[in-house]
C-alpha cells in the first residue's frame, strides 16, 4: 500500500492533461462587437453582440455570439 500511495501524484498531471484534451484552455472575453438599437451609452439598453473576441494562451481568438450572447470565459482546443 505504502508503494502505491508513492504514485498516487501521477494522477494530478493526468487529470490536467485530460482536462485539457477533451475541453481546451481557458480564454476570456476582452472584446465584442453588437447592435445597440440606437442607445450605444446606455448599459442597461438591449444589446445583441454579434462577434467576440477572446485573449488565451492560444492567442486572440473571434467568434461568432453564442445565441446573441459572449460568455465571460471559454475554452477552445489548439486546432478549432
Known amino acids: 500500500m505504502r508503494i ?3 504514485f498516487l501524484w ?3 498531471p493526468i487529470g490536467f492533461w485530460w482536462a485539457y484534451a477533451v475541453y481546451g484552455t ?3 472575453v476582452l472584446s465584442y462587437r ?3 438599437n ?3 451609452y446606455n448599459p442597461l439598453a438591449h444589446r445583441r453582440y454579434i462577434n467576440c473576441d477572446y ?3 492560444h492567442g486572440w481568438i473571434t467568434v461568432p455570439a ?3 450572447n459572449c460568455p465571460w470565459v471559454r475554452f477552445f482546443k ?3
Open 4 to 6: 502505491a500511495a508513492l
Open 10 to 12: 501521477i494522477m494530478v
Open 26 to 28: 481557458p480564454h476570456l
Open 34 to 36: 453588437f447592435h445597440d
Open 38 to 40: 440606437g442607445d450605444i
Open 55 to 57: 485573449l488565451g494562451v
Open 66 to 68: 453564442v445565441e446573441e
Open 78 to 80: 489548439v486546432n478549432s
